[in-house]
């Protein structure tokens, strides 16, 4: 189950950064939100020069399963 609809929409890098981002305001407190949307600015940055359409879908599947694991680390 992914941690907000759309998850399956993904299809490019932007849409999963834009994704991930909208994840981020579902974790507990303000000092988490900005820990993880710092650590998805620095991956997007890190990984901005890849262009192996197999390789960015999967970092995008992984990317996600991680969004939904930590989502679900902090739900109440």
Excluded: F
């Excluded at 759309?6 to 991930?20: C, K, T």
Aim: some cysteine; proline content about 7%.
């Amino acid at each position: 189950m992914p941690p907000l609809p759309g998850a399956e929409l993904v299809r490019n890098p932007v849409q999963l950064y834009r994704y991930l981002l909208r994840c981020c305001k579902q974790l507990p407190t303000q000092a988490m939100q900005q820990h993880y949307q710092h650590a998805i600015r620095q991956g997007y940055s890190s990984h901005a020069d890849e262009d192996d359409s197999e390789r960015i879908q999967v970092i995008i599947l992984r990317a996600i399963s991680d969004a939904d694991w930590i989502v679900n680390k902090y739900k109440k």
